[in-house]
């Protein structure tokens, strides 16, 4: 008697129970609802990572050697923030210089930061770069990395000098051509060119794994991000070369003529961090160590004699004599 | 041969609902007498090649996209009717103009696609129905999703995505009016504090606001207390391009953070000047083709077909080709195909797969088979022993 009280009770909930379309059907809930059959505690660190880090660390994509000798990292929102990062830790603007044998560190004025090559897995955010504050056990706040979008504030409340105050609102607007007409023409060179897929690989690929089927795919995966992102950007369907280094040339010329006569960007005393954004990718078009196939952003870039001069001056700045 | 200006049609009491379409509009009417050009609401961006608009159509080619257009258009046009400050500019302006517009088309548009395409009361109330109205039955299933998509796509781009995404995960919540227990009593709404009772828009308002600031402030500052924004003494292409943007920020929307913030700013004076330049004559609209029902079909088909999820974009990519070929390089595309077909075929498999498992019964139920007795004949009456005996054939 009881049990059919218990159906006749059951019976008006079952046709809600049963109508979507992705219930879970019960035995696989309750299963479910046993997890987590147990907790492990947090895993200790490895035992390569130092248990207080006494300097700042910044993580960005870049070969070991390179990593040890403080070279410039190939990926441009690293470089960015690797001068940056630079110019903000010590007090005299981008000036330091690297000494080869202490390798490691940077050595700047006074203040060490640490580069350790990665990628995005080892990212909380899933992009790099990120910069780990020096930190005691004690203090947990000081364990936090910093992704990329809030270095700047990092900077600002650690750094010893401070940015040049905002140079106006026409910084905003500049920065939107190198964010998006320069980085899509160098997202279509780097990423998407076919004739540079072996120096894609040689950058990106071959230091994650000597597997074929996982470089393949990497290799799709990246080429097809990149592609997403100029789309995106500029709202096409299609993504045509031809407009994308247009669209380059167009910025490059634009940002010439702000740069006009003067040292740094708008009329600044020291190098501020639109000049590392610049930097980082006329940089990295004109640097000759990496093997650039399709030549044309080079190119197109050897046109504007004032920006290569400006990319000379802050690489003498931060790296010493030259290449 | 007069210039064919195809847009997408009016909304918001505007005369376009994209902001690039208005700044040509303007600038159009702004350069061109009335009986050089005419303006067509196709909404039907299969028409050009770089599948956008506004399209331009001047002796048999199509050009696309706000900038292009305008430089087009002040190339080959013999009669002025009004100047555009375009040719004689300074190079230090000409570098203003190119940033400044990069800023509008990407910043800005953002910000336009945060308050009409990803607020959900916004594209509730407004937006869908203003697309509604201006395409074909069956079309207003697929586009208008595809334009939310894409400029929800567009804000996270700019890195304020999250807004949009709070918008998004919020919007469940915030549209279910009354929910009842599974016993059939009524839900509380969970009151469990502010953030719980807002609209997802409120919640977003604060970051939302100062973005729109800083956006307009920039602005101001370029434009100080001149009378066009780059100080010359006729407007330039940026002058329309900024009107484009600001008036679509400046509708009216159910949380209006946008047209607030605007108000505040001597930006709204540059606005309202230009909405209200005497117009020398009424827009030369013509009536666009009828795609007719065929075309329509397609359009539909293919809208359909670019919604499936995983197979969609591999389609889309395949379709419009991903890639145009650069001069001097090769891209090998025959990869695409194959990868298209599959997952298309995949799609199908899954739904297939899905449609199946719905027929089978809830996993874990007990199972009930129903079968027509098998009429006994023969010895089988006679149970086991029957069965046994029925081998021999004597007693048939």
């Known amino acids: 008697m009881s049990s059919t009280a218990d159906k006749s009770k ?28 147990l907790t492990y505690p947090p895993n200790e660190l490895p035992a390569r990572s130092p248990d207080i880090r006494n300097v700042p660390t910044l993580y960005v994509f870049i070969s070991d050697e390179d990593a040890l000798k403080g070279l410039p990292s190939f990926n441009p929102s690293c470089l960015k923030w690797q001068v940056s990062t630079a110019y903000l830790e010590t007090g005299r603007g981008l000036v330091h210089r690297t000494n080869p044998t202490s390798q490691t560190f940077l050595k700047l004025a006074g203040v060490d930061f640490c580069l350790r090559s990665s990628n995005n897995h080892a990212s909380p955010t899933g992009a790099l770069p990120f910069l780990l504050p020096p930190s005691t056990p004690s203090d947990p706040k000081s364990q936090r990395p910093i992704p990329s979008n809030k270095l700047e504030q990092y900077g600002l409340d650690n750094g010893k000098s401070k940015l040049p105050e905002s140079l106006g609102a026409r910084i905003e607007a500049y920065e939107s051509l190198i964010d998006h007409r320069i980085r899509n023409a160098w997202l279509y060179t780097l990423y998407l060119s076919p004739t540079n897929t072996k120096l894609l690989s040689n950058l990106y690929i071959v230091p994650a794994t000597s597997s074929r089927p996982v470089r393949a795919t990497i290799l799709y995966q990246l080429k097809h991000a990149a592609e997403l992102e100029i789309l995106k950007s500029t709202s096409r369907d299609a993504i045509n070369p031809a407009d994308l280094y247009k669209g380059a040339k167009d910025a490059f010329r634009a940002l010439e003529t702000v740069l006009g006569d003067g040292e740094w960007f708008f009329g600044s005393p020291l190098p501020g961090l639109f000049d590392a954004t610049v930097f980082s990718y006329t940089h990295l078009i004109l640097h000759d160590g990496l093997a650039w196939e399709n030549r044309r952003l080079n190119d197109i870039l050897e046109e504007f004699p004032r920006l290569v001069s400006h990319r000379n001056r802050i690489f003498q700045r931060c790296w010493g004599s030259g290449e | 041969m007069s210039f064919q200006l195809h847009v997408w049609g009016p909304a918001f009491g505007l005369d376009s609902i994209d902001a690039e379409c208005l700044a040509a509009i303007a600038a159009f009417r702004h350069i061109f007498h009335h009986y050089d050009w005419s303006l067509i609401a196709s909404n039907d961006t299969s028409l050009s090649p770089d599948r956008t608009l506004p399209a331009l159509f001047h002796d048999d080619t199509w050009i696309s996209g706000y900038m292009n257009i305008i430089s087009y258009a002040i190339h080959h046009n013999t009669s002025y009717a009004g100047s555009l400050a375009d040719n004689d500019l300074t190079p230090q302006q000409e570098a203003d103009l190119l940033a400044y517009s990069s800023l509008l088309s990407t910043r800005g548009s953002g910000l336009v696609a945060l308050s009409l395409y990803a607020s959900p009361n916004a594209w509730v109330e407004l937006t869908r129905p203003a697309y509604s109205a201006l395409l074909p039955f069956p079309l207003t299933w697929t586009i208008p999703i595809t334009m939310r998509a894409a400029a929800i796509e567009k804000a996270e781009s700019l890195g304020i995505g999250y807004l949009a995404a709070e918008a998004e995960a919020d919007e469940a919540a915030s549209k279910s009016g009354l929910e009842t227990t599974s016993t059939g009593f009524l839900r509380l709404r969970q009151q469990l504090g502010p953030k719980k009772s807002m609209q997802p828009e409120q919640t977003a308002a604060i970051r939302f606001k100062q973005l729109a600031d800083d956006f307009f402030a920039t602005l101001d500052d370029l434009r100080g207390s ?42 709204i004076q540059f606005l309202r000047m230009i909405e209200t330049e005497p117009q020398s004559y009424v827009l030369p609209r013509q009536e666009s083709k009828p795609r007719g029902l065929p075309g329509t079909i397609y359009v539909f088909a293919d809208g359909a077909i670019e919604s499936i999820a995983g197979a969609g974009e591999s389609w889309r990519r395949w379709r419009h080709g991903g890639i145009k070929s650069d001069e001097g390089e090769e891209i090998q595309d025959s990869s695409q195909t194959p990868v298209a077909v599959g997952s298309a075929v995949l799609g199908l498999v899954v739904v297939g797969a899905a449609i199946f498992l719905r027929g089978l019964s809830p996993f874990g139920a007990s199972t009930h088979r129903f079968a027509v007795p098998k009429e006994e004949t023969g010895l089988y009456r006679f149970g086991e022993v029957g069965a046994m005996l029925d081998i021999l054939p004597i007693f048939e």
């Open chain 2, 226 to 267: 001149k009378k066009y924004l780059l100080g010359t003494s006729s407007p330039s292409s940026l002058d329309f391009l900024t009107y484009g943007y600001l008036a679509l920020m400046n509708v009216q929307t159910p949380f209006p953070i946008l047209a607030q913030s605007l108000r505040c700013r001597p930006l």
């Open chain 1, 10 to 37: 059951a019976r008006p909930q079952q046709p809600q129970e049963s109508s979507g379309w992705f219930t879970i059907p019960a035995p696989l809930a309750r299963l479910f609802k046993k997890f987590p059959l």
